[in-house]
């Protein structure tokens, strides 16, 4: 505590105590301490006695941010394991969906080459002819599929970067 300062801007009264230090209520009230003294005072009683404190520390924040931030990680680990589930599940279902499938389409073709024979056809052209049919069937589609694999490239992309590259190859020399 500064004196000097004390006697010109109090008047030889004691001046208010500073930001951290400890007040005694008695002390203070004798001394002709302000009712702004007397509130800061109540409310360092009202800190000691159990009540939150009025601003969080540094060290309470980052608590709080890692108990905000290890509640969405939580959250999102979660869904993750749902996700995984429910991904398991939808494959499984898929196979098993395209195993009835399968069944029910061997079931129509042997159901047709049977009424062909029942209608008088032989049963070996009726079983080349669902043979031939499959046939062209599978050609189409593995043509079809040889026509998408460009498309698996990234042509684009790969032609765009390689345009960049040297273009700041260019520029840089």
Known sequence: MDIASDTAVGGGGASPPAAGASVDPRVHAASG?????????????????????????????????????GARFHLLELEAKRAAWS??????????????GVTAWLILIAGLVYGAVVAGVPWIVAGIVAIALHAVAVFMLVRAIRGMVDNLTFAATRRTLAESST???DSGA
Not at 34 to 41: D, E, F, L, P, V
Not at 89 to 94: E, K, T, V
């Open 33 to 69: 301490g302000s009712s702004a003294s007397a509130r800061q005072s109540s409310r360092r009683s009202a800190r000691d006695s159990g009540s939150p404190p009025l601003r969080p520390g540094f060290a309470q924040f980052i608590r709080e941010i890692r108990a905000a931030f």
């Open 167 to 169: 273009a700041h190859d």
């Open 87 to 100: 991904a398991a599940y939808m494959l499984a279902f898929g196979v098993g969906a395209a195993l009835l």
